[in-house]
Nanobody, 118 residues
Framework: QVQLVESGGGLVQAGESLRLSCAASGSIFSINVMGWYRQAPGKQRELVAS???????NYADSVSGRFTISRDNAKNTLYLQMNSLKPEDTAVYYCNARRTYDRTYNYWGQGTQVTVSS
């Protein structure tokens, strides 16, 4: 079974940076689409960034140019580098694993809180 554990969240001031990490239970990046999602209270969970098995990256318009998604296959770890943070980035951030041709395959981590103060 896939297990995902996020870490790296915290409280920062606007303009500062954080790097989130997602540790996976095994070597899964070769067949899975990995993504970072976030959810604020009372709002739907939204996709922040994703990376495919071949390395194609996609970003939400709100974070494009500020956030970077990457992975270390040897360490089975997914990262989200967040620069120039804004108060609007405040949310719980979740790591996710999916497979394009298996709609039932969908795993989530427990989430890590990111709070950006002004």
């Amino acid at each position: 079974q896939v297990q995902l554990v996020e870490s790296g969240g915290g409280l920062v001031q606007a303009g500062e940076s954080l790097r989130l990490s997602c540790a996976a239970s095994g070597s899964i990046f070769s067949i899975n689409v990995m993504g970072w999602y976030r959810q604020a209270p009372g709002k739907q969970r939204e996709l922040v960034a994703s990376i495919s098995p071949v390395g194609s990256r996609n970003y939400a318009d709100s974070v494009s140019g500020r956030f970077t998604i990457s992975r270390d296959n040897a360490k089975n770890t997914l990262y989200l580098q967040m620069n120039s943070l804004k108060p609007e980035d405040t949310a719980v951030y979740y790591c996710n694993a999916r497979r394009t041709y298996d709609r039932t395959y969908n795993y989530w981590g427990q989430g890590t809180q990111v709070t950006v103060s002004s």
